[in-house]
């Protein structure tokens, strides 16, 4: 009998290789960095949104309530602080879908050329409805950058027409994902806020053990969803599926080799929340923020273009395990087998 030998599909890279690609990529065309560091001038040095007007009354009711308690007045000067700095401008760097942005977080109260014009939003209809149009945008802006990241991963120019259906699509496929993100969180944590609070009412120790397990369990699904969410933004991003077909795409890409298609995007996140802690230990009153804004663009779009990098590595190795298998089903000698 002749001897078989079998190589098989090239295994997927892993964490290391996927973020040494980022960084290879970035390198090669830099001007993914353009959009974030233009967000987040917008943010540094543009007018700021202010809503404190709107929240100081409830603030100093909760104060007065616990007024008593100096544990909950530290708590109450921590949430008094952060309306007072919070700048609705910066939904529109909406977390799920980025762009990178450093300002978004820090909400700088000053800059090198003195401190922003601050702005303040009369009313909650006012305030809820500039906060729509602000994630609107900003789903727009997110899928924009992550066209422009999968073309930096891909190395692939795109013809305008081809470009703008790309974005479109992407943009589309973001709003549907948030929508059913939401949906799904709601439908969890309501019956569960529910059922902590019922238990917790008869039996208050058991209330305890309950809320810790959901607390888990709810932390496990929620991380799901997030890497579910990732996973569909790469293939329309990437590969120009369409919503249901990304959608698909995304429970097969982590359902093979898990759970190492897991730990990768945690790796990765890891990655970019330590780099982001340091660039923003910059500080914004001076031109040294300015190293804190090009570093955080740069490392958080190395991390997306890293993501994606593995996500294309990861469905080439999934087609080739297929086809081979189908192949050694059918009989036949795949690609590898001599």
Known sequence: MDKILVDGPKAPIGFLSSLWKGVEF??????????????????????????????????????????????????????????????????????????????????PDQTPIGNPVVLTVGGWFEAAALGVVFLAISLMIGSLYWI?????????????????????RTCLTVVILCIAFAVLVAAFAVPAFIAISIVTVALPEAGVLLSNLLFFLGGGFLFWLVLFFMFSMHGTALFNDDLLPAVWNSVNTSRWLYPLSIWIPIMLMLVNYLAYSVWSLAPD????????????????SVVVVASMAYYIDKRRWISEVQTYLQSRMAGKNPPGVA
């Open 285 to 300: 009153d001076g031109w040294a923020g300015a190293v804190g804004v090009l570093g955080n663009a740069y490392t958080g």
């Open 148 to 168: 422009l990241a999968g073309g930096t991963a891909r190395h692939g120019p795109l013809r305008v027409r081809d470009f703008v259906i790309r974005w479109a």
């Open 26 to 107: 970035v390198n090669a065309r830099p001007a993914v960095l353009v959009l974030p560091v233009l967000l987040d001038a917008l943010l540094w040095f543009g007018p700021h949104l202010s809503i404190a007007a709107l929240l100081s009354p409830l603030i100093d009711s909760l104060a007065a309530a616990v007024a008593a308690d100096q544990v909950n007045a530290a708590v109450i000067d921590g949430l008094r602080q952060s309306a007072e700095s919070f700048n609705l401008f910066s939904m529109l760097a909406f977390l799920p879908v980025f762009p990178p942005s450093l300002m978004a977080g820090t909400a």
